[in-house]
């Protein structure tokens, strides 16, 4: 049913106005597809540097987190040698 619609409308569109209105909707075509390249361009540069700032602020997360283990095993050590103290 679509394919006989789509037929229909370009042989009446065909007859009508001849290969002008087809030619027109081809530049048309062209100069969204120029856009849509540019945008996704600038979308492309936008998720790698969405990308490059994730994979960093992932490294200072995994240094922050080491170092949080460090200081927690720090404080255990200090606080068992003060409760060993405290017992003699």
Same mark, same amino acid.
């Given at each position: 049913?679509?394919?006989?619609?789509?037929?229909?409308?370009?042989?009446?569109?065909?007859?009508?106005?001849?290969?002008? *209105?087809?030619r027109w909707f081809g530049d048309e075509l062209e100069y969204a597809?120029?856009?849509?390249?540019?945008?996704?361009?600038?979308?492309?540069?936008?998720?790698?540097?969405?990308? *490059?700032?994730?994979?960093?602020?992932?490294?200072?997360?995994?240094?922050?987190?080491?170092?949080?283990?460090?200081?927690?095993?720090?404080?255990?050590?200090?606080?068992?040698?003060?409760?060993?103290?405290?017992?003699h």
């Open positions: 049913m679509i394919t006989f619609l789509a037929t229909a409308l370009f042989l009446f569109v065909a007859y009508r106005y001849g290969g002008d *209105s087809f597809a120029a856009d849509a390249k540019v945008f996704m361009s600038k979308m492309a540069d936008k998720a790698d540097d969405i990308g *490059s700032r994730m994979h960093a602020l992932m490294g200072t997360y995994k240094k922050t987190k080491e170092a949080v283990k460090k200081i927690n095993k720090a404080a255990e050590v200090i606080q068992d040698n003060s409760t060993d103290d405290s017992n």
